[in-house]
């Protein structure tokens, strides 16, 4: 088992920045590709970006050059540091562990509660 604990989440003007962050605890988080997806009222959940175990990383088209993803593995956190934000950014952010570098929900075997981000024009 792997717990996941967002943190990080807020109101920001557009053209901001926020960084989240997410805790694992549980199993060993290294050998864990980390994901973010995100979730807006009403819509489907998106895949945001992930980490591979290794560090590569691969982004959505929607935030490639405005967010960025790290990983600390010697303090089994992930980050999302978002710059440029746009209202359209507004949704709960979760951090996903998995055993793959997938765009899709279904591969993730862990999810965390999820942060609110909310992002105003």
């Known amino acids: 088992q792997v717990q996941l604990v967002e943190s990080g989440g807020g109101l920001v003007q557009a053209g901001g920045s926020l960084r989240l962050s997410c805790l694992a605890s549980g199993r060993t988080f290294s050998n864990y590709d980390m994901g973010w997806f995100r979730q807006a009222p009403g819509k489907e959940r998106e895949f945001v970006v992930v980490i591979g175990w290794s560090g590569g990383t691969y982004y959505a088209d929607s935030v490639l050059g405005r967010f960025t993803i790290s990983r600390d593995n010697a303090k089994n956190t992930v980050y999302l540091q978002m710059n440029s934000l746009k209202p359209e950014d507004s949704a709960v952010y979760y951090c996903?562990?998995?055993?793959?570098?997938?765009?899709?929900?279904?591969?993730?075997?862990?999810w965390g509660q999820g942060t609110q981000v909310t992002v105003s024009s």
């Open positions: 996903a562990a998995g055993g793959s570098s997938s765009r899709y929900a279904g591969a993730y075997d862990y």
